[in-house]
T-cell receptor, first 116, second 111 residues
């Protein structure tokens, strides 16, 4: 089945620094990937849709300059949290669909970000 | 707007009993409804899904029902086991493109 790899699994950084999270589709091509954010004991909130070769589509209330998304190839999307602050600490998880007509989302393992 | 509501937020059952989780959605054009199980610190895993042209789907101890008119869908777990304890999320495919999740239900199965 489809496999999505996400790195790093956890990261601790100082306030004001930037952190990059990678999401790769290992055995399929993904023209679209989805980035979610999950606070402790809460739901998965869609942040943005990453589109290969074009700009990402951000959900309402998500700062595009804060959360930079790049989808440079059919198997890699990156999320960069810029000038991170403690309130950005969260679980970030990417997902993708295998095939243009597929509905099932396959998730990466997630990245736990802690900003000190 | 795009919204998926899920109830209850917490559910505690005795081993062997059934558990039911209910969701409603707002977008009448939604046609795909997956359910995910998430164990602590792990990624969500699809456990069952249903499309709008079907009213019910079953897979061993898990079943999902869909009432498209009322925009309701439910997850039913029978003969619950301790390993069923997890957080369950319903979701709906919005605009044929993006998946919106419910708030989640924390299920505790007591041995």
């Amino acid at each position: 089945g489809a496999v999505v790899s996400q790195h790093p699994s956890w990261v601790i950084c100082k306030s004001g620094t930037s952190v990059k999270i990678e999401c790769r589709s290992l055995d399929f091509q993904a023209t679209t990937m989805f980035w979610y954010r999950q606070f402790p004991k809460q739901s998965l909130m869609l942040m943005a849709t990453s589109n290969e070769g074009s700009k990402a589509t951000y959900e309402q209330g998500v700062e595009k300059d804060k959360f930079l998304i790049n989808h440079a190839s059919l198997t890699l999307s990156t999320l960069t949290v810029t000038s991170a602050h403690p309130e950005d600490s969260s679980f970030y998880i990417c997902s993708a669909r295998e095939g243009a007509g597929a509905n099932v989302l396959t998730f990466g393992a997630g990245s736990r970000l802690t900003v000190l | 707007g795009e919204n998926v509501e899920q109830h209850p937020s917490t559910l505690s059952v005795q081993e062997g009993d059934s558990a039911v989780i209910k969701c409603t959605y707002s977008d009448s054009a939604s046609n795909y409804f997956p359910w995910y199980k998430q164990e602590l610190g792990k990624r969500p895993q699809l456990i069952i899904d249903i499309r709008s042209n079907v009213g019910e789907k079953k897979d061993q101890r898990i079943a999902v029902t869909l009432n498209k008119t009322a925009k309701h869908f439910s997850l039913h777990i029978t003969e619950t086991q301790p390993e069923d304890s997890a957080v369950y999320f319903c979701a709906a495919l919005i605009g044929g493109f993006k998946t919106i999740f419910g708030a989640g239900t924390r299920l505790f199965v007591k041995a």
